[in-house]
């Protein structure tokens, strides 16, 4: 019994996990770029939370629409501008660099405004719970698992069966021949950023009340985004599920069986692993037929 | 020439370096020797990523690990030799073992490259550092102690002063003499073109292999010094992901795979934080960072990389002129 309530938290942890590390999944595919300010996207977004909940009063899960809109003009406005400055004036690797000076600043930026500590928001059915026999689960948790999985569902229809999913699908395949086809390969580039953006920020809005964020734990965000994507495959959203029910499950069978203080070794040693024998996620690379 | 300026600008250096504890008092003294140390472990990071192009994020791994072995060898073994000789043997295994430790997961670790080989050794990093933290027999958790014992009537902080900058100084050579070696020109082919390197014959792996190795190993020394000068530490004084990432972001203001970069950086950026903005701590992240993406923008090259760039075009203008 111990071990099945384990695997529903670890599943339902791995969920969140899933929508958090979507977008830097996409980006990675899509535009090749490493975006280690990822994390800083997803904890702003559960500030932004924070802060509509105790002005507004709005429900986090409603707030995830006005955050999804202003991370997404954010993420656009940053890559045309910082990132694609630095592609064309370095390198690609350049961007990793790049990506991680604005993390830099955009951590000490939150902390400059919301303080150092570690914040929580709490819904009025953040302390409920349901139970099903001898399985308990919180109804926030639920409610967090629900809502990622409905993004990304979302994402994947869009991917699939709309032009700008096709768009994007073809860029991230092949620019040149994309570009040659008539499309917008850099507005579309700024495009897939932005929704990248936008996704980790209504992650954030959903982490905001599962667990407690601070700025410095925009570290933890981005590093677990790239330990999704390693685990699960590059680009997609079946990839980025699998990544994270995987990375879910790992943290909390080793929280529960060999100690919670090793949950990070544990996960870290999963990845060094997988990147030594499959570096391309068990999905593989969506996009890398043609690469 | 060329050849008896350096050596009189090496002396001068030495001589300046000798009597500047005198002049600048205790605080200074202890930046210097923070500087020493930070462009030490730069110089060892730059000779595995600066000339084969393996960035590693996760070299704090080698400080920590070096400065627990020394105090774990001086606990278990005791201290053999007197004054400050009884440092020598500690701080040689610590080096040995971080070397050693390199060498075991050089091969399958050098495989990834790119971005893939950063965060593994970012993992890695974590890894052991959390293992250093709950395995309790290494007491990472409560933390360790490791007297410096300077010799009688030495400050404490000009006795590490000296220590660090014959580190840097040895670091240096090390790297000079790499670079314009076999082994450094095997390194430079390694981070142009890996694979064509490999087609032409050149022993890619193995050079791969020892630069990883040799960086390590300096490394190691230098935590085990560092573990001497703080004098008690626990894990998350050594393993530090901002060592792993000063190292990094030095050598890129400097001039990453450039020989001297790696110290200019240094000195510009402990410069920038430690004295001229030692007062505005709380924005540390924002400066350091706002210079990164400054350098990545203006001057892909650092600083030693725009100079170079500039003497280069003025002499080809000159050389268009005269033709």
Redesign the interface.
Known sequence: MLFLQTTLNGLVLGGIYSLAAVGFSLVFGVLGIVNLTHGIFVVAGAYAAMVLYAKLGMDPLLAMLPIGALLFAVGYAYQRTVIQWAISRASLVASLVVTFGVAMIGRNLLQLVFGPDTHTITPSYSFSSLTFGPLQIDVVRLVALGASLVLLVLLALILLKTHFGRAIRATAQQPLAAQLSGLNVRNLHGLTFGLGAALAGTSGAIIGIVQPFSAASEVAWTLNAFIVVVLGGIGSPAGALVGGLLLGLINAYTAQYIGPSLTQAAMFLVLVVMLMVRPNGLLGNAFGESR | MNRSLALLLGLAAIVVIAVLPVWIGPFYTRVAQLFFFSAALAIAWNILGGFSGY?SFGHTVFIGMGAFAAAHFVTQIGPIGSGPFSMVLPILFAGLLCGLFALVIAY??L??R???F???M???G??IG??V??IRWFQGGVGVFLAAPAPGGMPPEDFFYYIFAALLVACLIISVVVRNSRFGYALLAVREDEDTAMMLGVATERYKILAFVLSATLVGILGAVYGYSVGYFTTYTVFR?DFS?NM?VFC?IGGIGTLFGPVIGTAVMLFLTQVLLSRFL?????I??????AI??LV?GGILGALKQKFAGRAAVRKSVEA
């Not at chain 2, 709380?282 to 924002?286: K, Q, T």
């Not at chain 2, 350091?288 to 993406?293: E, K, P, S």
């Open positions: 960035w399958p670790i495989r990834l790119g971005i893939y950063a965060i593994a970012l993992g890695v974590q890894v959390e293992l933290n709950n992901l990432l990094i890129l709380d924005i540390h992240l924002l350091t960072g706002a210079l990164v993406v990545i923008l892909p």
